[in-house]
């Protein structure tokens, strides 16, 4: 048997066969990647998880694609209803981890004050956001994840403003661990999660997750696109810890952004601003680079 | 039983954390609190309560406050909350959500006015509004009643056989602000009365359930039938929860639904809240004079209480209902409801609407006097009518 053999039939797999998710989900590849991390670690976990394509994933009652237990919250509340589960868990002295799981509309957008409240009051808790840079379960609108240039049906001449930094906004709240995920990165994902998992309190990942539907992709170049997304410093992959100190997962080689904006067809070759973007990306990788020399992880990798 | 002399909100505040102390030896006690006028002392008062097994989170807003209330009591905790007003205009979706959950939770309402016109007075716009929530609603009149129904309302929303959140609602300042002599009870009573909660649905750890994925309509609608069933079962079963109650604690906690003189009365007076107070004692007055006047205090909204309440006016051809609510468009709630449930039932009898003690008015013993001259005089139930609408004289002074 082999070792995803061995996931999808165990009991203990958190994501079941026979999932509805669009093929080249990136949804699909990180909760994969969590539940394997989650054995690794010999570790449970609740997952809470708010509308989004992620609770679509459990199907219809009775039946559930997820092997543990989940819970449906509204929108805006799974920090907060997070935050019930793990005070009860605490009190109990039950094991197990307590995992918001969360598109970017409710992470970025309507659940952003509950996050921050969450994130000031340090819960117990780890929140994954799965950013797919769309309003994916409603057919594809913005979001204040969409990067500038894609056109989503309610920006449908490309959106004007930018992605907004919500690691650096989570990093603000000097939570104890916040890390970015890319799928074309399996090792330094599972590194993090692993991380994430020893580490207590408020811990934020932002996981890069490619959408072929509301990307207008290819599902097979789901993982190529992602990794050029990191290589050219468009979602670099990092880590902070206790919003002070910065490491650079992965350094960004120089690649050029166009062929990812050009393999999207979210993005028109006419109308997108690829120079802008190429400023964008050297501006980010050098202030990350300035905050991870002067402000160094000790943490060994 | 100590007697002391507090708030309508210390008695709240009071009865929520004895109940949430009495979960001490299972799961424990958790609640999301937010701070709202009039309500306010009530959770501040949760938040100094020394909980044995509990904790209570100060979020960011009422929505998160009902959020951590369900997530605790998912995990099979004793959970609450309170709030008023926009407060809970802000948290509907939550309170929506925890009652199609089936979670008993126990939520405090000071009723106040839904702004705008801003405003901090007793009106039951605000809980009324929730009406159609899957809730029990209770709406008390004294700071006693308060106390008793909020710990009553633990027991019945915890009942396997009902399994449902239930709000017990007070009118702004004129209950939650005056302070009168309340019996606060022991704990060690409190325990006796609220065993351990076990929630049949609640998460655990090592079972992989869904709660609340999709559900196709044939299921959807399975859920609700169950939902409407265990309304059903609620008189009966909050008659049992009354006379433990008095078991344990040597008081009546009410009826459902409460009377005065109306065995044979031919005018009766539907009402709730601290309003009852005033009309009994126009009632009173009335009896003495020789008039067959009565009260019925509707305490339980929902479910809404239409037998009892039909079986208690039977004498009646002639029934006013006081509303301290306005449904735009519609009038009052307390009297939309109250024609239903004599419809098809008896048609020879009068309903007439007064909306009255809107957005925190004084309703007087003159304002009730003036409301059974109209009733008196009526050949026909018409519009509901306004009451304590100023002239532009009087305004303009």
New interface residues.
Partial sequence: MTATAAIHTS?TCLLRPGNTNCGGCGMSVGLTMLGRALRAADE?C?L?IPACCG??T?????T?S?????????F??SP??????????D??D???QVICWAGDGGTYDIGL??L??AAE?DENIIYICYDNEIYGNTGGQRSSATPAGARTTTTPLGKIEGKKDIMSIMAAHRIPYAATLSIAHPDDFAHKLSTALSTKGMRFLLLHSPCPTGWKSEPEDSIALVRLAVASGLFPVYEVFNGATYRISVKPDGTDPAEYFHRQRRFDDDEIDVDAARRACSDRIQRLQALAEQFPALQSH | MPLQVVTGNHAAGYALSVAGEANRTARGVACGIYPITPQTEIVEYVARFPFSKGRVVPVESEHSAMAVSMGASMSGARSFTASSSNGLAYMAENIMVAGYYRLPIVMVAVNRTLGPPWNIWADQGDTLMLRDFAWLQFYCETNQEVLDTTLLAFKLAEDPRILLPALTCMDAFIVSHTQTETELPEQADVDRYLPNLDLPHRLHYDEARTLGGLAWPHEGLSMRLELEEAMKRVPEVYQECRESFNDVFGRDPGDMIQTFATDDAELILITSGTIATTVREVVRQRRNAGEKVGLVKLKMFRPFPGAALRDACKSAARVAVLDRNYAAGAGGIFCQDTRSAFQGHRNDVLIQNYLTGLCGGDVTPEVIDDILSDLRSRSAAGDPMWMGIDSGEETLQ
């Fill in positions: 009991e449970t609740t809470v609770i679509v459990a199907g219809a009652f009775p559930t997820y092997g543990v237990p989940t819970i449906a919250t509204t805006a509340s907060a209803v997070a935050s019930g589960v793990a005070t009860i868990r009190l109990n039950e094991p197990g004050a509950t921050s409240a009051r």
